[in-house]
């Protein structure tokens, strides 16, 4: 394929993998403490504070950004694009790139909760996978897609945004994380070799690779 179809198609491509990738990064144990959850401790959620987050460090891209690049090239292998001849399609994606791009912007949000056409779009339906409701955390959570809703709604993760904006932050206002940098980054990893020390060595496997939920018999306390 060639021109703004194989444009279209690789953009498509490039947001399924990265779907995948940020599902796992919460659906898998390892991947969520790896760094992932840094990520979702922010409770006063906006576009500055997702310049400033520790999720573009080494933990979170060892573990769904790998993903992505382990996974992109395997799926690319089965199209053959040249978008050299996209013409004027690749000036609109990257009008639609730049509006989508801002994903914890609370402007964005709430144009995006007054006009509904706009709600097929990334940014909001983001903001709304930040949330603390536990009807957006069910399982693994909701609103994966990086650019477009498409993913979400075809693997039944989409739920519409709410009317308000929703508090964000996994973790309570007593959490204790805020006393060094490094204590932020590494404390999810600290807890999991504690959690591996005080179980048997036949929970190890899930207490590594289990679900993001799973507590091990010897649960420790988590400052959530």
């Not at 097929?120 to 994966?144: K, M, Q």
């Not at 490094?182 to 036949?202: D, I």
Request: some cysteine; aromatic content about 14%; overall charge positive.
């Amino acid at each position: 394929m060639n021109g703004a179809v194989a444009l279209i198609l690789a953009c498509l491509l490039g947001d399924f993998c990265f779907y995948w990738s940020h599902r796992f990064c919460h659906k898998i144990r390892f991947f969520w403490y790896l760094g992932h959850i840094n990520h979702h401790r922010n409770r006063e959620l906006c576009q500055l504070t997702q310049a400033v987050d520790p999720q573009s460090l080494i933990l979170d891209t060892a573990g769904g950004k790998v993903f992505v690049l382990l996974f992109l090239p395997l799926v690319t292998q089965l199209f053959s694009l040249d978008i050299r001849d996209s013409g004027w399609a690749l000036i609109a994606v990257i009008v639609f790139d730049t509006w989508t791009d801002p994903s914890h912007s609370v402007v964005l949000y709430y144009l995006e909760t007054r006009f509904a056409f706009l709600r097929h779009l990334t940014p909001a339906v983001h903001y709304t996978h930040h949330s603390r409701e536990g009807r957006h955390n069910i399982s693994d959570g909701c609103n994966f897609g990086a650019r477009t809703t498409l993913w979400d709604r075809l693997f039944g993760t989409d739920i519409e945004p709410l009317q308000i904006l929703p508090r964000t932050g996994l973790f309570s206002d007593t959490a204790d994380y805020r006393r060094t940098p490094l204590r932020f980054l590494f404390r999810p990893w600290l807890q999991m070799l504690r959690e591996l020390g005080t179980n048997r060595l036949r929970y190890w496997r899930a207490i590594l690779f289990g679900h993001a939920s799973y507590k091990p018999p010897v649960p420790l306390k988590s400052e959530r």
